[in-house]
């Protein structure tokens, strides 16, 4: 089984994978496996609420309008991006725990971002959704790039590596060819047909993807110390991928020079920052210094049970800022 196709299957089968199977719980939880932006503090959402409503002003305050949150999670993403959008956001999500949570709020919770149709005029978000879609993995080697893949032998799940597809080492040539022999590159074709469809069926409006990762340039050093697949459970790393099939999340950094190409094939406008600069851009650090001042004004006025609450609040927030954790996440919005 070459990685990809083990990734999918450790992830999303209907039986043993990590999201899709029935006996999960959500997994961007407090109580589940590990934490994302929105987990992490509402002022987040908020701030992509204020990003929405400037899309909306861009496409000219159009009545049909939808937010869509693709592996939505929880959907706290959806409940923190303001009122003014409730009944215009609609999550979709793999996993049947986290389609039931979605539910219950109203946010929807189809499966598929197909069952939109061809014209979407709205903002599709994707957090942390990219980084889990299946990936090949390719080594290079002397003779050029080798594919990894599953087998068993003596009763356990062994690496082994077999020619590589053409499309596979094509686009390991496009975006890692400078990488020494040795170096372990993650090939991510599925993410690349996301995008193209996401965008395909974008009439105006605009696509956010927000994941850890980088540049060609910016991953190159870390495929030369053996790439960046790594799995969590229950909040730390975990093991290999090959131990305990279906019970970690596989994931790696997303290639962002893969996806800009694919944004201006599809003819959209596109940028890449990073998550703190864009955060900035969207209003946080001055949530950050309202929620300092009024933490003062609460220890002048002795309530310490404000103040508290204030500043842990205070602190969540300034965690989606921070320089070598979520703040070090990118951005790219693609606009059409
Ligand atoms: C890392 S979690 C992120 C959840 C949420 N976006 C957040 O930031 O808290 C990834 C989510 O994507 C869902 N997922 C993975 N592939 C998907 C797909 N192709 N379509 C819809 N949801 C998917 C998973 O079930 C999981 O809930």
Redesign the pocket.
Known sequence: MRFDSYMEWC??DADIGF??STRTD????KSGD??????VSSEFGRALGRFVAAEHSRVGNEAEFTVI??????G??LRSLGDVWAGQAVG????PA?RETLAVDGLGGM???AAFGPAVTGVV?????L???PMAVVEKTDGGWVEHAVTTSGGALTMVRLEARPEVAAWADRYASDVPVGSLVEVQLEAAA?TADVLGRLDRGALVI?DYGGTSEELSGRRSRGGTIRTYRSHHLGPDPLVAPGET?I?ADVEFSALLDVCHEAGAEVELVRQDDFLRQWGVEDVISSLRHQELEAARAGDTMRQLKLKSERLDTETLLHPRGLGDFRVLVARK
């Open positions: 992830l999303y999201f899709a959500v997994r961007s939880s590990f934490l994302t932006s929105p987990e949150d693709v592996g939505a999670g929880s706290s993403l979709i999500e793999l996993s986290a499966a598929s971002f978000f994707a957090n942390e959704l980084d889990n879609l996301w927000i999340d994931t």
